[in-house]
C-alpha cells in the first residue's frame, strides 16, 4: 500500500477478450482525479460522461465514465466507473497509464471487501455477489439476490434480535434483583432458548437445499452393463456425449454432463455397469462407479428389463432405498407392474423421467422462490456454532446453573451469529472470503 | 499564596479517596470544600454497595481505598443481593448510619498530617498556558498546585427544584459554585446539564412499624474491606411498604407542578432510579410500586423512603408519603428535590481521568457524568492515583475491561461518553465472569501494591487471601473420584449420588443437588479427601463460595479469559498523542468521532460508537507502520541507511 493509508486500485471488471465494452473500475481517494487528468475535464457526480482519455504516449479511447462520490458508491470510497471499447489492448493501457500514476492492481474481490468495510454490505450480501456472479440459472439467480438483498441478513439479524431480547430479561434479573419484577421465569427461559434454538436450526437446515441450488447437484446413472446408461445420458443431454455400442462394458471411466432440471445444475455421471469383471480397466471402473454413487445426491438405477432384475440388482435397491429404479428397453418388455419404465428406441419415457426428477430435486433440493437459503460453510458454521452454545445454555439452565452463567452462553451465541453477516474482529475470515472472488467484482 | 503538591476540589466520595491516597503517599494535599463537617456526607440514600456498586467497593479496598472501610464502619445492615447467584453478579450492600460515615471518613482524612482542609468555594481554576497552577478561591485567595482534581458533584451551578420552588444550591441548606464552570468552559470543554432527585424524609417516631414488612439483613454481616474482622455496631431492620392507586391518581392530577413535566427542568435524569412521578407516568399499568423505609442511622431520627424521589410539591409529597401502610400519620421532616448541575462531557478526558490536552487536571465523580457514591469514590482514587504517578513521574494505572469494573467504568465514560447519569450495571462488563466480588485481591492488590500504595497490614492480609484461596482451589480442584467399590459406595450411601465414571469435585459440582455442605461433613466422617478438606478450613464463608463457583465454571472462566486475552492484542496497539487521525479513507464523520474522543489505543477506537471496520483497518495500518517507525527512528546511528 502507499504512505497515504487507503490506496487507489483499479482492475477490469469484465473478462479480458475482445466485446463490443469493457468495464475498468478505479477505487479510492485519488479515483477521480486520475481519471479527470486522463480526460482532462471534471467527471460530474453520477452522470455518463463521454471523455477522450489521453495520456503522454497519446489518446487510450473515447470512453463513457461514471463518478460515484464516497460514500455514496458500491464500496463507499470514491469510485469511477469506465466503459471501454472491448479490446484488451485498450484496457491494458488504461490500467497502464493508472498504475503509473500511482494506482494498484486490486486484489481478488477487494472492490467486495472496500464494500463490507465500509459497511456497505454486510458478509452475508458479499457472498451472495459471488453466488450471483458464478449462477449458472435463473433459479440459482434468484437465490443470489435474495440472499443479496439482505433477506439471510435479516433473517439471521432476527434471530440475533430475538436471543438479545432474552439476554436483556435475564441480565435484568441480575442487574435489578433488587426490583420487585420478574423479568422472566425458569420454565420460560428454557422455553425461550429452545424456540430461538429452533429458528437457528430451520435456518441451518436450509444449508441442503442452499448448497444444492448454489452448487448443483450430481445425479449418478447407475446399472449392470448394458441395462442403457449411455444411452441414456445421450438422449438427457440431447447430445452423443456418451459411446454407445451393444458390447456390455463399453464405459469404463466416469462420464460427466451437466444440465439444468427444476433449476439447479444437475451434472449427470454415467458410470461403468456394475459386474464382477478381470479386465483390469474395467474393474477400475466399477469401482469409480460405486464410489459415485456415494457421492451423488441422486442416484438412478437402470435394469434391463428384457433380461429382468437380477439378485445383484435387488440387493442394491435394497442397500440404497432412495435410488430411483427405472427399467429400460420396454420395447422388448414391459416393466414390472408399478415400475418406472421407458424404451430409447420407442422415445418413451424420457419426459416422464424429467418429470419425475425435477418433482425429486425440486422437493428435496431447490430452494423455494422468494427464500433465504445459507449457501456455504462458513455461515453452516456460524450458525452451528451458535446452536451448539445455546445448547449448553439450555443444558446450563434446566441443570441450575446460575443466570450469570446462562448468560455467558446466549452473550457468546449472540456473538457466533455475528459472524453469519460479519464481524469485525474477524479479519481472517474476511481474507478468506474475498480471496474466492475474482478480480473487479 | 499557599502551596501544595494537590489541590482537591470537593470533599465528597470521589474527594475523599483522590486526597487520601496522594497525602498518604507523601503529597501535600489542599482539600477545598465549603464545609469540612460535610465531607463524606452521604446526600441520598444511606447505603453503600448493591449489585455491580458492590463490586467498586471491593475493588476500591483491594487498591488501598476507604470506602469500604467506612462502610463496615458505620453498617447497620448488611445484605448480600444476589446471593444465590456467582461472585461475577453477587452485590453486597450495606445500609449506613450516615452521621456515622461521615465520622468515619473525616477521621480516616484527619489522620494524614500532610492532608489540609481548606473552607471556602472555589471559583476559578488557574492556568499557565495548557497547565494548571492552582486555584482562586472567592474570596480572592489563591492556592497553588501542580495538579487540581476537581470532585465537585452536584454543586457546579447547582439548581434545586421542588415543585415551583427553585433554590441555587447543590444539596439542601448549601450553597453552589457558581463560577468554576466558567473555568472548565474557558479551557474549550463542553458541559452539560444532569438531573438528580432524592425522596422526602420522615421522622421515625411518627411512622407505625407494624403495619409495614420488616426487612432484616443478612444473619452474618459480611463486612466489605478485608481490614475488618467483623461488624461490631448493632443491626437494624428495614422495612417495606406501597405506594397506592390514590396516590398515584394524586400524582398524576398534580403532573402540572412537577417540574420535570412542567418544564421547570429539562437536563437528563437517571432512568434506573426515576422519580415516583415518572414511575406513575411510565408504568401506569402498575396499582402500587415498592418502598424501601431505611433507617438514616442508629440514633438518627429521620427515615429514608427509597423508591419515591420526588420533585412535586410539598403538599402532594404529603399526600403520597401518608397514602402509604404505616405512614398514614408521617411527619416529613425534609422535603423530596430534584437537583441539576453541570457536568463535562466524560469523552474529553483521557482514560487517567486527566482532562486531555492540560496538563495536571483531573475530574472524577459526579462531574464526569456518573451517578452513585461508589461509582464516584472508584474515580477519585483512579485520578488521585493517576495524579501521583504525574506528580512522581511514574507510570499510569489503566484498568483493562477484563480487570476491574473500575476498568469497566473509566473506559465507557471516556470512550462513550453519557448522555444520562451513568450508573454502573454488571451487564456492562463483557468479560464479566471475570470480575467476581471474591477476587479483587487477586486481580487488584499486586497492583496497588507495587506502587506502594497498600499500608503493610492491608497487604498482608490481601496476601495471605490470596494464598490460601489458591491453596485451596489448587486442593480441590486436583480432587479425583474413580468409581472403585469404596468410593462408589461412599457417595451411594452417604450422598445417595451413583459414581459410575471418574469424576472430578468441579463436575460433582454441576450436578443439580451436590451440595458442598453435605459432601464436606460426609467426606469428614468417612475420612475422604482429607487434605482438600484442610485446606478449606482457613477459608472464610464467602472465599470458600468463591473457590467452589470457580470450579464448578471453570471452563466458562476459561473461554471468557482466552475471548479477553484475543482482545488485548488491539488493546496493545497503542495511538501516539496528537496522532493525525485524518487519513484517505477514514470518512469525515469518523475523524470527527475520532477527534472527540482521541481513544489511547486501537482497542479503544473499535469501541466509539459508529466506528467502521474500514476505519479500524486503516488505523491499524498506520500503527503498525509507525511503530515499526519506532523501532528504526531508536536503532544506532552507525547505521543510518536504514533509517527513514
Same mark, same amino acid.
Given at each position: 500500500?502507499?504512505?497515504s493509508?487507503l490506496d487507489?486500485?483499479?482492475a477490469?471488471?469484465?473478462? @479480458?477478450?475482445?466485446?463490443?465494452?469493457?468495464?475498468?473500475?478505479?477505487?479510492g481517494p485519488? %479515483?477521480?482525479e486520475?481519471?479527470e487528468?486522463?480526460a482532462?475535464t471534471?467527471?460530474?457526480?453520477?452522470v455518463?460522461?463521454r471523455?477522450?482519455?489521453?495520456?503522454?504516449?497519446?489518446p487510450?479511447?473515447d470512453?463513457?465514465?461514471?463518478?460515484?462520490v464516497?460514500p455514496?458508491?458500491?464500496?463507499? +470510497?470514491d469510485?469511477v466507473?469506465?466503459?471501454?471499447?472491448?479490446s484488451?489492448?485498450i484496457?491494458?493501457?488504461l490500467i497502464?497509464? @493508472?498504475l503509473?500514476?500511482?494506482?494498484?492492481?486490486?486484489?481478488a474481490?477487494?472492490?467486495t471487501?472496500?464494500a463490507?468495510?465500509?459497511?456497505? =454490505?454486510?458478509?452475508?450480501?458479499?457472498?451472495?455477489?459471488?453466488?450471483?456472479?458464478?449462477?449458472?440459472?435463473?433459479l440459482?439467480?434468484?437465490?443470489?439476490?435474495? +440472499?443479496?438483498?439482505?433477506?439471510?441478513?435479516?433473517?439471521?439479524?432476527?434471530i440475533?434480535?430475538? !436471543?438479545?431480547?432474552l439476554?436483556?430479561r435475564?441480565?435484568?434479573?441480575?442487574?435489578f434483583a433488587?426490583?420487585d419484577?420478574?423479568f422472566?421465569?425458569r420454565?420460560?427461559?428454557?422455553?425461550?432458548?429452545?424456540?430461538?434454538?429452533?429458528?437457528?436450526e430451520?435456518?441451518?437446515s436450509?444449508?441442503?437445499?442452499?448448497?444444492a441450488?448454489?452448487?448443483?447437484?450430481? !445425479?449418478?446413472?447407475?446399472? /449392470?452393463?448394458?441395462?442403457?446408461?449411455?444411452?441414456?445420458l445421450?438422449?438427457l443431454?440431447?447430445?452423443?456425449?456418451?459411446?454407445v455400442?451393444p458390447?456390455p462394458?463399453?464405459?469404463?471411466d466416469?462420464?460427466?454432463?451437466?444440465?439444468?432440471?427444476?433449476?439447479?445444475?444437475?451434472?449427470?455421471?454415467?458410470?461403468a455397469?456394475?459386474?464382477?469383471?478381470d479386465?483390469?480397466v474395467?474393474?477400475?471402473g466399477?469401482?469409480?462407479a460405486r464410489d459415485?454413487?456415494?457421492?451423488?445426491?441422486l442416484?438412478l438405477?437402470l435394469i #434391463?428389463?428384457?433380461a429382468?432384475?437380477t439378485?445383484?440388482?435387488?440387493?442394491?435397491?435394497?442397500?440404497?432405498?432412495?435410488a430411483?429404479e427405472?427399467?429400460?428397453?420396454?420395447d422388448?418388455r414391459?416393466a414390472?407392474?408399478g415400475?418406472f419404465?421407458?424404451?430409447?428406441?420407442?422415445?418413451?419415457?424420457? +419426459?416422464?423421467?424429467?418429470?419425475l426428477l425435477?418433482?425429486?430435486?425440486i422437493d428435496?433440493f431447490?430452494?423455494?422462490e422468494?427464500?433465504?437459503?445459507?449457501t456455504?460453510?462458513?455461515q453452516l458454521?456460524a450458525?452451528?456454532?451458535a446452536?451448539l452454545l445455546?445448547?449448553?445454555?439450555?443444558?446450563a439452565s434446566?441443570?441450575?446453573?446460575?443466570?450469570e452463567?446462562v448468560?455467558?452462553?446466549l452473550?457468546a451465541?449472540?456473538?457466533?451469529?455475528?459472524a453469519l453477516?460479519g464481524?469485525?474482529s474477524?479479519?481472517?475470515?474476511?481474507?478468506?472470503?474475498?480471496?474466492?472472488?475474482?478480480i473487479g467484482k | 499564596?499557599?502551596?501544595?503538591?494537590?489541590?482537591?476540589?470537593g470533599?465528597?466520595?470521589?474527594g475523599a479517596?483522590? *486526597?487520601?491516597?496522594?497525602?498518604?503517599?507523601?503529597?501535600s494535599? *489542599?482539600?477545598?470544600t465549603m464545609a469540612?463537617? %460535610?465531607?463524606?456526607r452521604?446526600s441520598?440514600?444511606?447505603?453503600?454497595g448493591?449489585l455491580?456498586?458492590g463490586?467498586?467497593?471491593?475493588?476500591?479496598?483491594a487498591l488501598g481505598?476507604?470506602?469500604?472501610? *467506612?462502610t463496615?464502619?458505620?453498617g447497620?445492615?448488611?445484605?448480600?443481593?444476589n446471593r444465590?447467584?456467582?461472585?461475577a453478579?453477587?452485590?453486597?450492600?450495606?445500609q449506613?448510619? /450516615?452521621d456515622l460515615?461521615?465520622?468515619?471518613?473525616q477521621?480516616?482524612?484527619?489522620?494524614?498530617p500532610?492532608?489540609?482542609?481548606?473552607?471556602g468555594i472555589?471559583?476559578?481554576?488557574?492556568f499557565d498556558?495548557?497547565?494548571?497552577?492552582?486555584v482562586r478561591m472567592?474570596?480572592?485567595?489563591? !492556592?497553588?498546585?501542580?495538579?487540581?482534581?476537581v470532585?465537585?458533584?452536584t454543586?457546579?451551578?447547582?439548581l434545586?427544584?421542588s415543585?415551583?420552588?427553585?433554590?441555587v444550591?447543590?444539596?439542601w441548606g448549601e450553597?453552589?459554585?457558581e463560577?468554576?464552570s466558567?473555568?472548565?468552559?474557558? @479551557?474549550?470543554l463542553?458541559l452539560g446539564?444532569l438531573?438528580t432527585?432524592t425522596?422526602?424524609?420522615?421522622?421515625?417516631?411518627s411512622?407505625?412499624?407494624?403495619?409495614?414488612?420488616p426487612?432484616?439483613?443478612d444473619a452474618v454481616?459480611?463486612?466489605?474491606?478485608i481490614?475488618? #474482622?467483623?461488624?461490631?455496631?448493632?443491626?437494624?431492620?428495614?422495612w417495606?411498604?406501597?405506594?397506592s392507586s390514590e396516590a398515584h391518581?394524586?400524582?398524576?392530577?398534580?403532573l402540572h407542578?412537577?417540574?420535570m413535566?412542567s418544564?421547570q =427542568?429539562?437536563?437528563?435524569?437517571?432512568?434506573y432510579c426515576?422519580?415516583?412521578?415518572?414511575?406513575?407516568?411510565?408504568?401506569?399499568e402498575?396499582e402500587r410500586?415498592l418502598?424501601?423505609v431505611?433507617?438514616?442511622?442508629?440514633d438518627h431520627p429521620w427515615?429514608?423512603? +427509597?423508591?419515591?424521589?420526588?420533585s412535586?410539591?410539598p403538599?402532594?409529597?404529603?399526600?403520597v408519603?401518608?397514602?402509604?401502610p404505616?405512614?398514614?400519620?408521617?411527619?416529613?421532616?425534609?422535603?423530596?428535590?430534584?437537583?441539576?448541575?453541570?457536568f463535562?462531557?466524560?469523552?474529553?478526558?483521557?482514560?487517567?481521568?486527566?482532562?486531555?490536552?492540560?496538563?495536571?487536571?483531573?475530574?472524577a465523580g459526579?462531574i464526569?457524568?456518573?451517578?452513585?457514591?461508589?461509582?464516584?469514590?472508584?474515580?477519585g482514587l483512579i485520578?488521585g492515583i493517576?495524579a501521583?504517578e504525574?506528580l512522581?513521574?511514574?507510570?499510569p494505572?489503566?484498568?483493562?475491561r477484563?480487570?476491574?469494573?473500575l476498568?469497566?467504568?473509566?473506559?465507557?465514560?471516556?470512550t462513550?461518553?453519557t448522555?444520562?447519569?451513568?450508573?454502573?450495571f454488571?451487564?456492562?462488563?463483557?468479560?464479566?465472569?471475570?470480575?467476581g466480588?471474591?477476587?479483587v485481591?487477586?486481580?487488584?492488590?499486586?497492583?496497588?501494591?507495587?506502587?506502594?500504595?497498600?499500608d503493610?497490614?492491608?497487604?498482608?492480609r490481601?496476601?495471605?487471601?490470596? %494464598?490460601?484461596?489458591a491453596a485451596?482451589?489448587?486442593?480441590l480442584g486436583?480432587?479425583?473420584?474413580?468409581?472403585d467399590?469404596e468410593?462408589?459406595?461412599?457417595?451411594e450411601?452417604?450422598?445417595g449420588?451413583p459414581l459410575t465414571?471418574?469424576?472430578?469435585?468441579?463436575?460433582l459440582?454441576q450436578?443439580?443437588?451436590f451440595?458442598?455442605?453435605?459432601?464436606a461433613?460426609a467426606?469428614?466422617?468417612?475420612?475422604?479427601a482429607?487434605?482438600?478438606?484442610?485446606?478449606? =478450613?482457613?477459608?472464610?464463608?464467602?472465599e470458600l463460595?468463591?473457590?467452589?463457583?470457580g470450579?464448578r465454571?471453570?471452563?466458562?472462566?476459561?473461554k471468557?479469559?482466552?475471548?479477553?486475552?484475543?482482545?488485548?492484542a488491539?488493546?496493545?496497539?497503542?495511538i501516539p498523542v496528537?496522532?493525525?487521525?485524518?487519513r484517505p479513507?477514514?470518512?469525515?464523520?469518523l475523524?470527527?468521532k475520532?477527534?472527540?474522543?482521541?481513544? %489511547?489505543?486501537l482497542g479503544?477506537?473499535?469501541?466509539?460508537?459508529?466506528m467502521t471496520p474500514a476505519?479500524i483497518?486503516?488505523?491499524?495500518?498506520?500503527?503498525?507502520?509507525?511503530?515499526?517507525?519506532?523501532?528504526?527512528a531508536?536503532?544506532?546511528?552507525?547505521a543510518?541507511?536504514i533509517?527513514?
Amino acid at each position: 500500500m502507499s504512505g497515504s493509508g487507503l490506496d487507489t486500485i483499479v482492475a477490469p471488471a469484465t473478462p @479480458l477478450g475482445r466485446s463490443a465494452l469493457a468495464l475498468v473500475r478505479i477505487d479510492g481517494p485519488r %479515483a477521480l482525479e486520475m481519471i479527470e487528468q486522463l480526460a482532462g475535464t471534471t467527471l460530474a457526480e453520477r452522470v455518463a460522461s463521454r471523455v477522450t482519455l489521453t495520456d503522454d504516449d497519446g489518446p487510450i479511447d473515447d470512453a463513457i465514465a461514471i463518478s460515484y462520490v464516497a460514500p455514496r458508491s458500491f464500496t463507499g +470510497n470514491d469510485l469511477v466507473e469506465v466503459s471501454l471499447h472491448g479490446s484488451p489492448a485498450i484496457v491494458q493501457r488504461l490500467i497502464a497509464s @493508472l498504475l503509473a500514476r500511482g494506482a494498484r492492481s486490486a486484489e481478488a474481490g477487494e472492490f467486495t471487501e472496500r464494500a463490507v468495510m465500509n459497511g456497505k =454490505i454486510d458478509l452475508a450480501q458479499a457472498e451472495a455477489i459471488g453466488d450471483l456472479i458464478a449462477s449458472r440459472t435463473a433459479l440459482q439467480g434468484k437465490l443470489a439476490l435474495a +440472499n443479496l438483498g439482505g433477506m439471510l441478513s435479516r433473517e439471521a439479524e432476527e434471530i440475533r434480535s430475538a !436471543l438479545l431480547d432474552l439476554l436483556m430479561r435475564l441480565e435484568s434479573a441480575l442487574d435489578f434483583a433488587d426490583e420487585d419484577i420478574t423479568f422472566i421465569s425458569r420454565e420460560d427461559l428454557v422455553r425461550e432458548i429452545g424456540r430461538v434454538s429452533s429458528r437457528i436450526e430451520s435456518l441451518e437446515s436450509t444449508f441442503t437445499r442452499g448448497r444444492a441450488t448454489a452448487a448443483g447437484i450430481t !445425479l449418478v446413472i447407475l446399472g /449392470r452393463p448394458n441395462a442403457g446408461k449411455s444411452t441414456l445420458l445421450n438422449m438427457l443431454c440431447g447430445t452423443e456425449r456418451a459411446i454407445v455400442t451393444p458390447i456390455p462394458g463399453t464405459t469404463r471411466d466416469l462420464l460427466r454432463e451437466t444440465i439444468e432440471i427444476g433449476g439447479l445444475p444437475v451434472t449427470l455421471v454415467d458410470t461403468a455397469g456394475l459386474r464382477e469383471t478381470d479386465d483390469p480397466v474395467e474393474s477400475i471402473g466399477v469401482t469409480r462407479a460405486r464410489d459415485a454413487a456415494g457421492k451423488g445426491e441422486l442416484v438412478l438405477y437402470l435394469i #434391463d428389463a428384457s433380461a429382468g432384475a437380477t439378485r445383484e440388482d435387488l440387493e442394491f435397491l435394497a442397500a440404497e432405498p432412495d435410488a430411483i429404479e427405472v427399467y429400460t428397453k420396454t420395447d422388448l418388455r414391459e416393466a414390472p407392474p408399478g415400475k418406472f419404465g421407458m424404451s430409447a428406441v420407442r422415445r418413451e419415457g424420457v +419426459n416422464e423421467l424429467l418429470e419425475l426428477l425435477e418433482s425429486r430435486i425440486i422437493d428435496a433440493f431447490a430452494v423455494p422462490e422468494g427464500s433465504a437459503a445459507v449457501t456455504n460453510e462458513r455461515q453452516l458454521s456460524a450458525l452451528r456454532a451458535a446452536h451448539l452454545l445455546l445448547s449448553s445454555a439450555s443444558e446450563a439452565s434446566s441443570t441450575g446453573s446460575t443466570e450469570e452463567i446462562v448468560a455467558a452462553d446466549l452473550r457468546a451465541a449472540a456473538e457466533a451469529l455475528k459472524a453469519l453477516t460479519g464481524d469485525i474482529s474477524r479479519q481472517d475470515v474476511l481474507l478468506a472470503i474475498f480471496s474466492k472472488f475474482c478480480i473487479g467484482k | 499564596m499557599k502551596r501544595f503538591d494537590a489541590i482537591v476540589i470537593g470533599g465528597g466520595h470521589a474527594g475523599a479517596e483522590a *486526597a487520601r491516597v496522594l497525602s498518604r503517599a507523601g503529597q501535600s494535599v *489542599a482539600m477545598v470544600t465549603m464545609a469540612a463537617d %460535610a465531607i463524606g456526607r452521604m446526600s441520598c440514600n444511606p447505603a453503600i454497595g448493591g449489585l455491580a456498586k458492590g463490586h467498586l467497593v471491593r475493588e476500591i479496598d483491594a487498591l488501598g481505598g476507604l470506602m469500604a472501610e *467506612a462502610t463496615d464502619a458505620a453498617g447497620i445492615q448488611f445484605k448480600v443481593l444476589n446471593r444465590s447467584k456467582g461472585p461475577a453478579v453477587q452485590g453486597p450492600r450495606a445500609q449506613c448510619d /450516615r452521621d456515622l460515615y461521615a465520622t468515619a471518613v473525616q477521621k480516616t482524612l484527619a489522620a494524614e498530617p500532610l492532608l489540609e482542609v481548606v473552607e471556602g468555594i472555589a471559583a476559578a481554576l488557574l492556568f499557565d498556558r495548557k497547565k494548571v497552577t492552582g486555584v482562586r478561591m472567592a474570596d480572592g485567595t489563591e !492556592l497553588s498546585a501542580r495538579v487540581v482534581i476537581v470532585t465537585t458533584g452536584t454543586f457546579l451551578r447547582g439548581l434545586m427544584h421542588s415543585g415551583e420552588q427553585k433554590s441555587v444550591g447543590g444539596r439542601w441548606g448549601e450553597a453552589s459554585s457558581e463560577s468554576l464552570s466558567d473555568s472548565l468552559r474557558a @479551557l474549550g470543554l463542553r458541559l452539560g446539564r444532569l438531573k438528580t432527585g432524592t425522596p422526602p424524609r420522615v421522622l421515625k417516631e411518627s411512622a407505625d412499624f407494624s403495619r409495614m414488612e420488616p426487612q432484616p439483613g443478612d444473619a452474618v454481616p459480611r463486612p466489605f474491606s478485608i481490614l475488618t #474482622d467483623s461488624i461490631t455496631l448493632p443491626q437494624l431492620s428495614c422495612w417495606v411498604t406501597y405506594t397506592s392507586s390514590e396516590a398515584h391518581e394524586l400524582i398524576r392530577k398534580n403532573l402540572h407542578r412537577a417540574p420535570m413535566y412542567s418544564g421547570q =427542568i429539562d437536563s437528563v435524569g437517571p432512568r434506573y432510579c426515576p422519580s415516583i412521578e415518572d414511575k406513575v407516568v411510565r408504568f401506569a399499568e402498575k396499582e402500587r410500586h415498592l418502598v424501601f423505609v431505611e433507617p438514616e442511622g442508629i440514633d438518627h431520627p429521620w427515615l429514608y423512603l +427509597n423508591g419515591i424521589s420526588t420533585s412535586l410539591p410539598p403538599d402532594v409529597q404529603e399526600g403520597v408519603v401518608r397514602s402509604m401502610p404505616g405512614l398514614e400519620n408521617a411527619v416529613i421532616a425534609r422535603w423530596g428535590y430534584a437537583v441539576e448541575y453541570d457536568f463535562v462531557n466524560p469523552e474529553q478526558l483521557d482514560a487517567t481521568l486527566k482532562v486531555r490536552d492540560v496538563g495536571g487536571l483531573y475530574l472524577a465523580g459526579q462531574i464526569n457524568g456518573t451517578s452513585g457514591y461508589e461509582e464516584a469514590a472508584g474515580q477519585g482514587l483512579i485520578a488521585g492515583i493517576n495524579a501521583l504517578e504525574f506528580l512522581r513521574g511514574g507510570d499510569p494505572l489503566i484498568l483493562g475491561r477484563d480487570e476491574a469494573y473500575l476498568g469497566v467504568l473509566i473506559d465507557d465514560l471516556v470512550t462513550l461518553g453519557t448522555e444520562e447519569p451513568y450508573r454502573m450495571f454488571t451487564s456492562r462488563a463483557e468479560h464479566r465472569l471475570l470480575l467476581g466480588v471474591d477476587s479483587v485481591y487477586e486481580r487488584l492488590s499486586p497492583r496497588a501494591a507495587s506502587r506502594g500504595l497498600l499500608d503493610d497490614e492491608r497487604r498482608r492480609r490481601t496476601e495471605s487471601r490470596v %494464598a490460601r484461596t489458591a491453596a485451596a482451589r489448587a486442593k480441590l480442584g486436583g480432587l479425583e473420584f474413580l468409581p472403585d467399590r469404596e468410593t462408589t459406595s461412599f457417595f451411594e450411601s452417604e450422598l445417595g449420588l451413583p459414581l459410575t465414571a471418574p469424576t472430578t469435585l468441579g463436575k460433582l459440582l454441576q450436578r443439580p443437588g451436590f451440595e458442598w455442605d453435605a459432601f464436606a461433613a460426609a467426606a469428614r466422617r468417612a475420612g475422604v479427601a482429607p487434605e482438600a478438606l484442610e485446606a478449606t =478450613i482457613a477459608l472464610s464463608e464467602e472465599e470458600l463460595e468463591g473457590v467452589l463457583s470457580g470450579l464448578r465454571y471453570a471452563g466458562y472462566v476459561e473461554k471468557q479469559a482466552r475471548e479477553a486475552e484475543k482482545l488485548r492484542a488491539d488493546e496493545s496497539l497503542r495511538i501516539p498523542v496528537g496522532f493525525a487521525f485524518q487519513r484517505p479513507g477514514i470518512s469525515r464523520e469518523l475523524v470527527e468521532k475520532l477527534e472527540a474522543v482521541r481513544p %489511547a489505543s486501537l482497542g479503544q477506537a473499535s469501541r466509539i460508537r459508529g466506528m467502521t471496520p474500514a476505519g479500524i483497518s486503516i488505523l491499524r495500518m498506520h500503527l503498525r507502520r509507525s511503530q515499526s517507525g519506532t523501532i528504526r527512528a531508536s536503532a544506532p546511528a552507525a547505521a543510518p541507511e536504514i533509517l527513514g
